[in-house]
């Protein structure tokens, strides 16, 4: 099996579909109306139509995003479980296209896959409705059942969510052998499990879900208490690029200045090519590089994966 190995765990969310929704701002509610559209000049208030021109279809769900983000040079593997519907099956081609391994993903062949509506404006900000689906999330025995398969070794870099139910967590430091890396993307914030002493990951948080977890003032005094509770820790700062800790150390990784399209799912991609990058050697900090990089190009277009990094700019970015 090859080194350069990450596998990444998904929860009920893995299959949803976005639809990317671009408008303007209407008049007041109607009644039993439906309008295909939005474009908006700007996002609605409470009570208001948005009404726009430009509607934009394609995969999303949290953990896609990052599965399809780290092939860069790195085989990729996805434990997870999706819905047997058409929109669930596209999904998981989709994926297979991406050069993502989906021998792991498990179909519930009665369940539907969850959906997401993704409004935009022009400043790139979105507000999000989901409908999750009745796709059951991962049991421990699912991670057990694909980890055993897939049989994580020195070099390989396990990436998880806070979707993540804590039994799978618990599986996964269970699994980890010498030379194994964990990745722990906590978001949704809640209460960070206790982690075993010899086992703990690399958190990864944006700067708000730092403050709910921590109650820290700051950006670098969250990732500095992070750090202590897990192995290290970085923390996503938007257009203020990211910092990061480890071993008592605190390092601002900067980023560049780039004409903003959508926000939604920058985040998935610099954790997954984080863990990619970590996966191929490269130190932490310049890992976050990478993958604040990434995260960059990321945002230049419509739609969460509208300009996720591909195999070919992997060099680029590892130069930026």
Known sequence: MLRHNSCILSSKRLDKKCERILGRPGGGRGCGEHRPAPALSRLSLPGRDSVGDLVKEGFGGKEGHEAVAAPMGTATHLVAKGGGDADGLKAVANLRSASVGVDTVITEVSTPTGQALVMVDPHGENRIAVIS??????????????????????????LTSGEIPLPCLQTVAGFLTPGTRWVHNAAPAGILPAWPQDNRPLLVVNEVEARQLTGAADARAAAQILAEAASDAVVTLGGDAAQGAQEGLYEHIPTSAVTLGDTTGSGDVFCGVLAAELAHGSPLTRAAATATAAAVFAVTALGARGAIPRPNDHVRLRAH
């Not at 057990?144 to 398969?149: E, G, H, I, P, S």
């Open 133 to 158: 689906g009745a796709i059951a999330p991962l049991s421990a025995q699912d991670v057990t059942d694909a980890l055993t398969v897939l049989r994580p070794l020195a070099g390989y870099v396990i």
